[in-house]
């Protein structure tokens, strides 16, 4: 098998780790979630 | 007896896997009748794991296990690139779509894509869009639910010799049985079980040409060099393993992208993004789902090529004309009834996976977006309605699949070039862009669609060399600039300021 179409096999794999990497370094926030985090500073806080 | 005798393993997994999702059904029939909420997005409180397996299993049909496996018999272990596509699709619907949809969605209660649109750009056009889109959904969506009814229907009549009437009758019954009992729950949960069958199943379809020639070794020194011929009658010799000679890198571009853009634009697609419970498990499915989908697809994007070791020169010089086939002669010609039992059940899963995902937005469509607008009616008996929508549309469906008509196939790739040119840039745009109108809305997807049918019908196949750009390109293009233009342009039709804060208020960063 040449570089170019091996390229297709290990491609796939090293984007699945790539978009990890990328969702490790995410901050991601869901509507709702913020109320009882917010909450929560303010009793850490308090 | 001798039916019996032939098919006891096949029949045995069968049984086993529809009265699983028959069972997930009647374990959330009373859960799911609750109020429309819990029908439509169930009460957004899927685990990601779940969603991950399911957004998989609703992306990939049968089409895939068979149809795209089965291509590179012709086309060679190049063919994989098409999965590259698909995988950074896949990412980009995660990464870009997921977590705003999933925030945005909840804010607006919304529940459906076609009501998204209405609650989020609260424009004088947004009724318009929303019946309009919803006409879309249904339109579109028709072929393709009849395309994998009568796959699967034709893998029962050549796996079980069950006649193809029955066979189709039993698929779009089981289904949609299943779907209007446990309505998203059900959906989700047989998704996801499905979506673990086919992920096995990926894995074991590509390891039985290696076991069939005795190992990974002999089998890639086989197909190496073969003596068999391409569909034109040319010697194959190194091609199957040699970069883009057997199939043309803008032909893999074409299939990337046309079927990969169905992941940012789909409803069947987006709406899992509405069910996931809470942020980490939002996380956990964005880097699972690109793992489970590209895994997959580098099993099965291959696999056709690697048959090429199973096979004579006449039965290679048939098959390369039948790619279709290609997955059946295998297992057929490997002969164990267990791993033929177990892959029948990855293809099923994969068709009743996207048939469920796709019934199920049919009738919230049909129900949600048109028939509540027209005549106000009470959660029951919204739930109610759309129960018997769906079974109203599988009778649909089941007529079209006993007569279906020519280049259905077809149909149903261009339905995807229908939903990325309209769906997207006004899925995007109200993600991202506080300042796209319902207007930027109304007529992208007017010119997206208007552009996908004309290159379709008056440009692609009449203009040299355009011949292998798909229509789901110029569609796309055109329809986002258009979004972007005309929002500009209708600035005064933007929401106003209290209600964008509340839509833009909590992002991911």
Known sequence: ?46 | MEYLAKNWAVLVIMIFYVAFCLGIGQWFKKRASENVDAFYVAKREIPGWAIALAFFSTFISTNTYIGQAGFSFQAGLSWAWVGVYWTGFCMISWLLLGPRMRSQTAKLKSVTIPDYFDYRYKSSFSKVIRIFSAVIIIFATLWYMAAIAKGCAHLLTSTLGIPYAWGAFLIIFITTLYSVMGGMYSVLWTDALQGIIMFFVAILMVMVPAMYVGGWGPLMDGIAHTTHLTAKGQPMGDGLMTFCTLVSFAYITSIGFAVGMKQIAEPRCLIRFYSVDNAKSMKFAMIATPILLGVSLACVFGLGALVHGMTTDTEAAYLVKHTDQVVGFMLDKFGNPWVTGIVMAGLFAAGMSSFAAVSIIVGTAFVGDIWTLFKPMSQAKQVSSTKWLMWVYSAIIFIITLYPPAGIVELTAFSGAVFAAGFFPAVFGGLYLRWGTGKGVFWSMIIGIGTTLLWRFGLRFYLPGMKDIHEVIPGFIVSLIAYLIISKLTSGDMPDKEHLDHVFHTQES
């Open chain 1, 1 to 46: 098998m040449d570089f170019l179409t091996g390229m297709a096999y290990w491609g796939i794999i090293l984007l699945a780790i790539i978009n990890a990497f990328i969702v490790f370094r995410m901050k991601v926030k869901i509507a709702g979630e913020e109320d009882e985090d917010e909450k929560k500073n303010v009793c850490s806080v308090g």
